[in-house]
């Protein structure tokens, strides 16, 4: 074995315990989840979709008068209880099509729990509660992986395989 595929094996060995400190040790508060939009079982789909298409969300949670998370509305859940079904969204109420008791996320989960719900269960988007199951933020898997370019800035930010790697800093229009 060469001298450089030596250094290589440790800095990759390096970077893989990185990885894992931060994946066990860091909490799913880190991931900076966005603000939830709230809204109720009777709110129409199309008021949802709105709301989730001006702010940019891929998903809106769904709660009751206390506040409480009880549902959870996601594009899938447009697409393949809305659209597919031929269902009017002037019509149909959040309550007929949401996803009801989702699974959620605390502040002091581990990101790994995180990553494991979202790629075990197949979820894009976890809503984040607070110890009275209240929604506090929505986990996506974009968070995830904005935090993984901050972590691993040279790894995550390149361009295709075998092409270089650039730089954190270096910005260019591609």
Same mark, same amino acid.
């Given at each position: 074995?060469?001298?450089?595929?030596?250094?290589?094996?440790?800095?990759?060995?390096?970077?893989? &315990?990185?990885?894992?400190?931060?994946? !066990? *040790?860091n909490t799913v508060k880190l991931l900076a989840p966005s603000e939830p939009i709230k809204l109720t079982p009777e709110t129409t789909v199309e008021e949802?979709?709105?709301?989730?298409?001006?702010?940019?969300?891929a998903a809106a949670v769904v709660v009751d008068p206390d506040g409480r998370l009880i549902g959870i509305f996601t594009e899938h859940d447009f697409l393949t209880?809305?659209?597919?079904?031929? &269902?009017?969204?002037?019509?149909?109420? !959040? *309550?007929e099509v949401m996803t009801a008791d989702p699974e959620a996320l605390a502040p002091q989960d581990r990101i790994c729990h995180a990553?494991?719900?979202m790629h075990t269960a197949g979820y894009?988007?976890?809503?984040?509660?607070?110890?009275?199951?209240r929604p506090i933020g929505i986990v996506t898997v974009n968070d995830v992986v904005g935090w993984l370019a901050e972590i691993f800035p040279e790894a995550v930010l390149n361009l295709r395989p075998g092409d270089k790697v650039k730089r954190p800093l270096q910005i260019d229009a591609g």
């Open positions: 074995m060469s001298e450089f595929q030596d250094e290589y094996s440790e800095s990759l060995e390096g970077e893989f &315990r990185k990885l894992e400190d931060a994946l !066990l *040790g949802a979709i709105t709301k989730m298409v001006d702010n940019r969300r209880r809305v659209v597919r079904r031929g &269902r009017d969204p002037r019509q149909t109420r !959040l *309550g990553v494991n719900r894009r988007t976890v809503p984040l509660v607070d110890a009275s199951h």
